[in-house]
Structure formats: structure tokens, C-alpha cells
């Protein structure tokens, strides 16, 4: 099946900071969706971007699927923005979401 | 805005005993999944349903699951006979169509003792 593989697993942030994920994938795709995994384990849709830019407030988002990658930005960090951050894709001949591994984000105040 | 709801949130069952997770999907959706996470991994695909049947199923979904749509408004997963490793987060989720967004609820975390 198609690999997702995100980094850095880990990020910790001073408050204000930016700072940019990466979602590599191993395969062609029809979907791929950021997630924002809260401290209640909810998971929070960022950005359905299979192609192209999206930005949302401090969030933007942009996968080259030429290329196989998407970046999430997060800009002007706050502490509410710490949690796991996770990337999904769904393959050319699938219907589920593969997820990545995670980003686990902390930022300090 | 229209969501998915789960129910119940938590449950706590001994092992060998049925439980039945619950999930209300967004109400024009065709397509439904449910994935799980146990703690501290990563988030995994266990069955898609479309059209009233089983569309997709991962190695997990074995004969101790089964899902169903009783009505027109529900989906059900249904783990026969609970085991210690079954303890997870599960989640259901809904889509429009097979590659558009998925949209998932809240969970239920299921802890098997």
C-alpha cells in the first residue's frame, strides 16, 4: 500500500515562532487531509489539499503532487497549536486514508 | 455546520463481551469508514462501506468485526468477542464520495479489561 512518511516527529516551538511540516508519500493520490489531533484525541480537519495552496488564518497548507510531498505551515505559533499533527493520503486505486506517522508539536509560552 | 457524532464517547467492557460503537454520519454522505488508534500510534484504516456493503477491509477487520447501517441515519461497528489489544480510540468517518474529504467524529474510546 502507499507509504506516508512524515518530519520532523517531533517540534518544539518558542510562542511566535513559525515553523514547517512535511508529508512525503510513496504513491499517486486522489486525497490527501491535515489533521490536528487535540489532547481529547479529537481529529480536527486542517486542510483537504490534494493539490495546490490553501491557507487558513496562521495555517497554510501546499502539496506538489508531481512531487509527492505537502508542507503545513503554521505561522505566529501559539500554545493552543500544540498536539500531534497528522497527514493522510488516499491512493490512485483506494478508498481509505493512509495515515503518516505524526508531528508532535509543543509550543512554549 | 454538519458533523459526524459517535456514541457512547468512552466504554469499558471485559474481555469477551460484544460491544456495539455508534456513529451518526453527515446526513448527504455516501461513503462511511472506521479507524482506529491505539494510544500513542498512529491512526489505522479498518473498513469502508458504500452502497450497503463492504467496500474495502484492512488484515485487522476480521471475523470478529462486522459493520451495518440499520437505518438510514446510522452505522454500526460491532466487535463480537473484545479482546485486551482492541483497547483504542475508534473513529468514524463520512465522505461525499470516495476521494473527496473525510470528515470524522469525535471517537469512542473503548478500553477492553
Known amino acids: 500500500g502507499i507509504q506516508v512518511e512524515q518530519s520532523p516527529p517531533d517540534l518544539i516551538l518558542q510562542e511566535g515562532a513559525n515553523s514547517t511540516l512535511r508529508c512525503n508519500f510513496s504513491?499517486?493520490?486522489?486525497?490527501l487531509q491535515w489533521f490536528h489531533q487535540n489532547p481529547w484525541g479529537q481529529l480536527i480537519n486542517l486542510f483537504y489539499?490534494?493539490?495546490g495552496t490553501k491557507q487558513n488564518g496562521r495555517l497554510s497548507a501546499t502539496t506538489v503532487a508531481t512531487e509527492r510531498y505537502s508542507l503545513l505551515y503554521i505561522s505566529s505559533s501559539q500554545t493552543t497549536d500544540s498536539g500531534v499533527y497528522f497527514c493522510?493520503?488516499?491512493?490512485?486505486?483506494?478508498?481509505?486514508?493512509?495515515f503518516g506517522a505524526g508531528t508532535t508539536v509543543t509550543v512554549r509560552a | 455546520e454538519p458533523e459526524v457524532t459517535q456514541t457512547p464517547s468512552h466504554q469499558v467492557t471485559q474481555m469477551g463481551q460484544e460491544v456495539i460503537l455508534r456513529c451518526v454520519p453527515i446526513?448527504?454522505?455516501?461513503?462511511f469508514y472506521w479507524y482506529r488508534q491505539i494510544l500513542g500510534q498512529k491512526v489505522e484504516f479498518l473498513v469502508s462501506?458504500?452502497?450497503?456493503?463492504?467496500?474495502?477491509k484492512s488484515e485487522i477487520f476480521d471475523d470478529q468485526f462486522s459493520v451495518e447501517r440499520p437505518d438510514g441515519s446510522n452505522f454500526t461497528l460491532k466487535i463480537r468477542s473484545t479482546k485486551l489489544e482492541d483497547s483504542a480510540m475508534y473513529f468514524c468517518?463520512?465522505?461525499?464520495?470516495?476521494?473527496?474529504?473525510?470528515?470524522f467524529g469525535p471517537g469512542t474510546r473503548l478500553t477492553v479489561t
Open positions: 446526513s448527504n454522505h455516501l461513503y
Open positions: 468517518a463520512s465522505s461525499a464520495s470516495y476521494s473527496s474529504e473525510q470528515y
Open positions: 493522510a493520503v488516499v491512493g490512485s486505486n483506494d478508498y481509505k486514508l493512509s
Open positions: 489539499i490534494p493539490s
Open positions: 504513491d499517486s493520490v486522489n486525497n
Open positions: 462501506f458504500y452502497n450497503n456493503e463492504i467496500s474495502e
